[in-house]
């Protein structure tokens, strides 16, 4: 896989994890969703104008877009398992802007990944 080619897989991996963690602060700012009949419309606008959750969803496109360009250019038996490094992402970003705890199983999993990656990488 050459330069340019990773590239496009890790940027689109990385706003894939990035959109995630948008959408789950849009989430916290209005608290858990609990859907019924009398109240989904409200519910959607309340979180279609929560901008975190925008953002986040602007991110999913543009992840798509680049995505495919990283696609167009390297088997899919090696970009998609690269998506694991959003776990990854998303573990630091969770913590880090969340403040959520990531326990020693976690990161002995993350760790786990990596090794992955790493070995997926030297196919």
Not at 18 to 31: D, E, P
Not at 83 to 92: K, M
């Amino acid at each position: 896989m050459t330069l340019p080619t990773f590239g496009f897989i890790f940027v689109g991996i990385c706003l894939n994890a990035i959109a995630q963690l948008l959408l789950k602060a849009g989430t916290n700012a209005v608290g858990a969703i609990h859907l019924t009949a009398g109240n989904w419309f409200s519910t959607g606008v309340k979180l279609a104008t929560q901008l975190p959750i925008i953002a986040g969803l602007t991110c999913y496109v543009i992840s798509v877009v680049v995505w495919i360009i990283g696609l167009s250019r390297v088997d899919v038996t090696i970009a998609y398992p690269l998506l694991s490094l959003g776990y990854i992402i998303n573990a630091v970003g969770a913590w880090y802007f969340l403040g959520e705890v990531v326990s020693a199983q976690r990161m002995l999993a993350i760790g786990v990944i990596i090794v992955g990656v790493f070995l997926l990488t030297r196919s």
